[in-house]
T-cell receptor, first 114, second 108 residues
Framework: EAQVTQNPRYLITVTGKKLTVTCSQN?????MSWYRQDPGLGLRQIYYSMNVEVTDKGDVPEGYKVSRKEKRNFPLILESPSPNQTSLYFC?????????????FGEGSRLTVL | SQQGEEDPQALSIQEGENATMNCSYK?????LQWYRQNSGRGLVHLIL?????REKHSGRLRVTLDTSKKSSSLLITASRAADTASYFCAINTDKLIFGTGTRLQVFP
């Protein structure tokens, strides 16, 4: 089954404690992206990757890091989480950045930073 | 902002009625996409309409695009309680930009 898998789905952590949210896709997609969703603000792009070892900032990259060492994996790293990073996070993948086709989304990771 | 703006923000209807959601945007686009999100879940792609297309159908969904007015509409016909969800438009420029969504509630 084609899917994007995120882990963990739910996480409560404290300010400053480094965490990683993993994302894996099994569709051999070139393009992967991270979004955060906040009430009234819609989905905002954090980082994206066009291919292995190629990553770029989205609209709200501050406080986040990513890496793309393998095509299927695109982890999101919060080096020193702060309460304003409390949000619902989505990983998505696509053949071509949405130019001709859809984005496939993971089920989301709800992060709370105390 | 380049993002699509959905209207209305929330919509409540009875089963069997039609639901219409609108999306307006401000820039030139390659295509416009509609996604659905059940509460707290991931977004699911519904339909894509290219900038040179005016109307597209998929099952009970009908999407229109008016590039001169920079607007699109999503019509769900004969709605069901299971259609209860948030619906997002996403405009594709050099990247995909999502709007803030319309929350649809369909009462049995």
């Amino acid at each position: 089954e084609a899917q994007v898998t995120q882990n963990p789905r739910y996480l409560i952590t404290v300010t400053g404690k480094k965490l990683t949210v993993t994302c894996s896709q099994n569709m051999n997609h070139e393009y992967m992206s991270w979004y955060r969703q906040d009430p009234g603000l819609g989905l905002r792009q954090i980082y994206y990757s066009m291919n292995v070892e190629v990553t770029d900032k989205g609209d709200v990259p501050e406080g986040y890091k990513v890496s793309r060492k393998e095509k299927r994996n695109f982890p999101l790293i919060l080096e020193s989480p702060s309460p304003n990073q409390t949000s619902l996070y989505f990983c998505a993948s696509s053949w071509d950045r949405g130019y001709t086709g859809e984005l496939f989304f993971g089920e989301g990771s709800r992060l709370t930073v105390l | 902002s380049q993002q699509g703006e959905e209207d209305p923000q929330a919509l409540s209807i009875q089963e069997g009625e039609n639901a219409t959601m609108n999306c307006s945007y401000k820039t030139s686009i390659n295509n416009l996409q509609w996604y659905r999100q059940n509460s707290g879940r991931g977004l699911v792609h519904l339909i894509l309409i290219r900038s040179n297309e005016r109307e597209k159908h998929s099952g009970r969904l009908r999407v229109t695009l008016d590039t001169s007015k920079k607007s699109s509409s999503l019509l769900i016909t004969a709605s069901r309680a299971a259609d209860t969800a948030s619906y997002f438009c996403a405009i594709n420029t050099d990247k995909l930009i999502f709007g803030t969504g319309t929350r649809l509630q369909v009462f049995p």
